[in-house]
């Protein structure tokens, strides 16, 4: 995919400033569940300790009769382990007693996740959908001879299918496909587990081809003019299958379609530069390296699943964004999953949810050559090893890569830039390694982030009394801290500030000579709220003032600012509103 490579840089960049993202936390976002309680479900208990061993072999995607190719085969085992765990969370929170759930493989192919599926659940049906007959085929011999009595075929295209079904997952569903899959989902109101693919091809003509092919199903659902379907309606949908949705579904509105797909993007990306995201977030198994180029396609898909993701959010739905793991299992390893805020059988999953302790790429590093050629492997235990000494408040220095060569070494200098940790080396010969501190923090430390702001003990002093008070739900608590990570701030001057002003470097030099022993006053805990198409979104922050910062900000030429520190969200953080002693709902006065 041939991309412009600065036009898309800077579009990356800009957009992540828009996020309050960097390229390095722009990984932040990320998601993962812990294992759902399997008391109840021996053979899912054994397929989480076991994998595919604990099946019969020909449930195996790896196996010969699959996969010929033995790495592949490999990676296919680790990509469908990563899917199940996602989409066996939601089945448990669904009761089966009453009638059989239907869940849909779309895009499935030779069904390696619908087997899977059908052999772990076998009190639900399970429907392999794909285009091609060919691959459907190699579904039949495969059940030939595991003798799985739920599962089915179906062949012909997503937007043809026309059966109720309570889950919808999809492994690699290509470019638009991936959009059908998530249209069909979000009109049935189902739980969603899907791994978009490529996405090259999710260009603006796109939303035309998506509307074309929405609009079809839904005349094809009114006249059930497709004797296909409904085949495969009277195979599954009998009376103890069926689940009487059809009244649900007609109350909920037609989900508008458009590149960029959520209300939040298209606030802030045109569909031409959603054109050069898309191309920019297509890369390939060549490009999964460290490079600073692949630093920011890598955030470009990760944008371009967000987008995805606030679409449903749009749409009344709890979302997670989670990374297949190991990430060697496919350089497409992001996975969208999703259910409807009002199914409370679903409110289980909150314990199940935390944030993924995804190690950094170089990308913070990304503008200093010297770090590009890491060696990943080496920075991710160099990384670990020094996120435990992090935690370790009895410990102030440590000294790692002793005696493991230069490699190790360049390794260890990178890891502990990432997590802003002072380190040199030392030793000579066989004995030379790296010395790693601590920072002490500062009370006021004042950086410049995009924008120029406090950071430091006193700021995550304030933040944590107003934890302290529990009245911040932890929903809004968790969403920040995918966004943000854990450090807190209090913004002095926004990037609209500093680019109005002309010169950043003289602002934050002049913060720095003037606020360093700025006094700060606590007001209490405010919060603001704004509708996202279906979804509620507030925000929630200590309101507080500062009269030397005010002071400076006059001295500059800048509005007055209500200073404030952001504690959580439900979805992201509204500006351009009042943040003052109005919005107080927990006084500290």
């Known amino acids: ?47 989480f300790k076991n994998g595919f061993e604990a099946l019969d072999p020909g449930v195996d995607p790896g196996s010969t009769d699959a996969i010929v190719n033995h790495v592949r085969g490999q990676h296919k085992r680790e990509q469908v382990q990563a899917i199940v765990l996602a989409a066996s969370s939601l089945m448990l929170c669904m009761d089966s007693t009453n009638r059989r759930k239907v869940g849909v493989d779309f895009c499935g192919g030779r069904g390696v996740v619908g087997i899977t599926l059908a052999a772990l659940f076998p009190e639900w049906d399970i429907v392999v959908l794909d285009l091609k007959p060919g ?35 999809a492994l690699h569903s290509c470019g638009i496909a991936a959009d059908l899959v998530l249209q069909k989902a979000l009109i049935q109101r189902a739980p969603f587990v899907i791994v978009p693919c490529c996405t090259g091809a999710v260009v603006p003509q796109s939303a035309a081809l998506l509307r074309v092919a929405m609009n079809k199903a839904m005349i094809s659902s009114k006249t059930n003019e497709s004797s296909t379907t409904n085949g495969l309606k009277n195979e599954l949908q009998n009376e103890n299958l069926t689940k009487n949705s059809s009244q649900e579904v007609a109350k909920i509105p037609k989900i508008p379609v458009s590149m960029p797909r959520s209300i939040l993007f298209q606030r802030i990306l045109n569909e031409s530069c959603f054109c050069e995201l898309a191309q920019a977030a297509d890369f390939g198994q060549g490009e999964l390296d460290m490079t600073k180029e692949y630093c920011w396609r890598r955030a470009a898909k990760t944008l371009l699943e967000l987008d995805r993701i606030y679409a449903c959010i749009d749409q009344g739905y709890r979302t997670l964004l989670m990374k297949i793991r190991p990430l060697t299992a496919s350089p497409k390893n ?75 070494r360049k390794a260890a200098h990178a890891a502990a830039e990432s997590l802003e940790l002072k380190h040199t080396s030392t030793g000579k010969g066989n004995r030379r390694s790296v010395l790693v501190e601590k920072q002490v923090m500062s009370p006021l430390e004042i950086r410049f982030r995009g924008y120029i702001g406090f950071f430091g003990s006193k700021i995550e ?93 006059l001295n500059l030429g800048l509005l007055p600012f209500d200073f404030h520190i952001t504690l959580g969200f439900d979805v992201k953080d509204i500006h351009g509103v009042r943040k003052d002693r109005s919005t107080i709902f927990y006084s500290f006065l």
């Open 1 to 47: 995919m041939n991309v412009n490579r600065k036009a898309g840089e800077k579009l990356v960049h800009e957009l992540l400033e828009q996020l309050e993202l960097n390229l390095d936390g722009s990984l932040d976002v990320y998601s993962s569940l812990k294992y759902p309680n399997v008391e109840d479900h021996q053979r899912l208990g054994e397929f």
């Open 461 to 553: 002093s304030i933040a944590k009394l107003a934890l302290s008070k529990n009245v911040v739900p932890e929903s809004a608590l968790n969403q920040r801290l995918r966004l943000r990570g854990s450090e807190f701030h209090m913004t002095l001057c926004s990037s609209i500030d500093i680019k109005q002003y002309g010169k950043a470097n003289e602002v934050l030099d002049r913060c720095r000579r003037q606020l360093s022993c700025a006094e700060i006053t606590v007001l209490g805990i405010g919060c603001v709220e704004e509708k996202i198409g279906l979804s509620e979104n507030k925000v929630y922050f200590v309101v507080v003032q500062c009269a030397a910062a005010q002071n400076l900000r």
């Open 135 to 169: 691959a459907l085929k190699l579904v039949q011999t495969r059940n030939e001879s595991l003798k799985l009595k739920n599962i089915k075929t179906w062949q012909g295209d997503v937007s043809q299918f026309q059966v109720d079904f309570d889950l919808a997952v």
């Open 334 to 408: 992001d996975m969208l999953v999703g259910w409807p805020k009002e199914c409370e059988r679903f409110s289980k999953l909150e314990e199940q949810i935390t944030v993924d302790t995804f190690v950094p790429s170089i990308s913070s590093l990304a503008e200093s050559s010297k770090w590009l050629d890491v060696s990943e492997s080496h920075f991710a235990a160099a990384h670990l090893q020094l996120k435990q000494f992090c935690a370790d408040p009895s410990v102030t220095q440590i000294c790692i890569a002793q005696g493991l060569g230069s490699v190790a």
